[in-house]
């Protein structure tokens, strides 16, 4: 758990589909309310993930507004997350090197998302239309069972909500009906050299978010 960071550059190395049936026969025992096992998972071969990406970055090029099926960061965030955040994105940027105020390298770095950061496997997580709070959370453990698995396997993955940005082109591509779209995740064999891997995030000490009673 603590060794797992996300990877935005990726080896050519192929993940075996075999291993990616492990990956998922180990997520699927994920717990959820009533274990009514809400998540649906699309793995996507490389004539649909090159149409997917093509499609989404017509999208995100075109100046279109995301017009995501949840919300991931709300304009009004309390100070401390947007604080987080904003910690978030200066330590992604500065180990390329770009300035938070260079409009257009940072674009073209949030472009690597939506060909899933050029990771040799993509999925897409999917929940039914109208589920309920709950039902996210339990999709919530099975992506966290799913990415712990990869890392134990010697693999490198990224969630990625960026990928559910424009969920209506991705129900095209696809031809999903009556599911959201959560979030992708990339997955593949960390490229070691490459600066975007070379930092990690930080976190909150205990005392940040502990109640102690009693
Ligand atoms: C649901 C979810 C969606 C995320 N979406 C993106 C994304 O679209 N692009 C990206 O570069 N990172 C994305 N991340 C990665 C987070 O930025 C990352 O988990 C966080 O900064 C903590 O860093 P760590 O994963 O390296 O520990 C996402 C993470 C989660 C859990």
């Known amino acids: 758990m603590v060794k797992r960071k996300s990877c935005r550059a990726y080896t050519e190395q192929p993940v075996d589909p075999a291993l990616l049936r492990s990956l ?14 809400p998540t649906q998972v699309a793995v996507l071969g490389p004539e ?10 017509t999208q995100f090029d075109s100046g279109a507004a995301p017009n995501p099926d949840y919300e991931f960061c709300p304009d009004n965030w309390s100070e401390v997350y947007k604080l987080r955040r904003k910690a978030c994105g200066k330590a992604l940027y500065q180990s390329i090197g770009v300035a938070l105020d260079d409009l257009e390298n940072k674009r073209k770095h949030k472009r690597r998302n939506y060909n899933f950061f050029e990771a040799p496997l993509g999925l897409l997580i999917l ?18 069972n799913l990415l712990l698995a990869a890392e134990n396997a010697g693999l490198a993955t990224c969630a990625q909500a960026s990928l559910a940005e424009y969920p209506d082109v991705v129900r095209e591509v696809l031809n999903l009906q009556n599911l959201d779209i959560v979030c992708g995740i990339a997955l593949g064999y960390e490229d070691r050299t490459h600066p975007l891997n070379s930092y990690r995030t930080e976190r909150e000490s205990i005392e940040n978010f502990t109640r102690w009673y009693d």
């Open 24 to 37: 998922l026969e180990i997520a699927r025992w994920a717990p959820s309310g009533a274990n009514h096992q």
């Open 127 to 144: 929940i039914e239309k109208g589920m309920p709070k709950g039902s996210w959370l339990d999709v919530g453990l099975f992506i966290q």
């Open 48 to 57: 649909t993930r090159e149409k997917l990406s093509q499609a989404l970055l």
